[in-house]
């Protein structure tokens, strides 16, 4: 006899299963200090980071989690919040001092736990820049059944990249 599991119970044990998001800082900067940020974008700023991530932000409010290791800067992280089909996702993009991704880890996913990227997926975003090569079918590969899903990563990727960029990238 087949046991049919309400849909609310399978939410909770996915969320369960993601991390937090001082979790998700831990897992991407080992051993580090952490300082939030508050930035809230001039237009200009904005329209910068539009034009080098080739997306659009949902607003002009960010937060950054800057992290240092014995007082040395050794990254920064970023939580976009995204519609992938209907429903929201929220993605930690975590950033090197180069401006090369980390790690990307989703810390909240209200769409059916099927569309969820794997971690072997996820991965092939890391070492990437903001070029050309980070989109779907050049260097980052699509993801059979949930194509809005690498979809909304790539694009979350893209617009972290931007902000790091024009918020700490441009004042090397």
Not at 8 to 18: G, K, M, P, Q, V
Not at 55 to 81: C, H, M, Q, S
Request: charged share 25%.
């Amino acid at each position: 006899m087949m046991r049919l599991v309400p849909a609310f119970l399978l939410t909770a044990s996915l969320a369960a299963a993601l991390p937090s998001r001082d979790e998700a800082l831990k897992l991407a900067f080992p051993g580090a200090a952490f300082t939030r940020k508050e930035y809230f974008l001039s237009e200009a700023q904005a329209q910068r980071v539009k034009q080098l991530s080739q997306r659009e932000l949902p607003g002009l409010w960010w937060i950054a989690y800057e992290a240092a290791v014995n007082g040395k800067p050794v990254g920064v992280a970023f939580f976009d919040t995204h519609r992938v089909r209907t429903l929201n996702e929220t993605a930690m993009v975590a950033v090197a001092p180069d401006g090369r991704i980390l790690r990307v880890e989703v810390i909240q996913f209200h769409e059916p736990q099927e569309y969820m990227a794997k971690d072997a997926w996820k991965q092939q975003l890391v070492g990437h820049q903001l070029d050309d090569e980070l989109s779907l079918r050049r260097g980052i590969r699509p993801l059979g059944g949930a194509t809005l899903t690498a979809n909304a990563l790539t694009d979350a990727s893209r617009r972290c990249l931007g902000l790091w960029q024009v918020l700490y990238g441009d004042k090397k």
